[in-house]
């Protein structure tokens, strides 16, 4: 089985992109609470890259990795 690697683009825009709208506006989505992004899971992801990010951002925490993300904060 073959190991995908994660698209550093992304991971890069986990730690930079913020958050445009709701409770969390102006925060960066790699430092969403956990509660929030679950809540999206439970009530549906937003449409398009958002969307697919914020459920990136689950998948990592979710996972115990967000230490992946430590090295790409500025």
Do not use: A
Request: proline share 8%; glycine share 6%.
């Amino acid at each position: 089985m073959e190991m995908t690697q994660p698209n550093p683009e992304i991971l890069q825009q986990l730690v930079t992109m913020k958050m445009p709208f709701g409770k969390y506006k102006d925060v960066i989505l790699c430092d969403l609470p956990v509660s929030y992004l679950e809540w999206f899971q439970r009530n549906g992801f937003p449409k398009g890259k958002l969307g697919m990010m914020l459920e990136t951002m689950l998948v990592i925490k979710m996972n115990g990795l967000s230490h992946l993300l430590t090295p790409l904060k500025k």
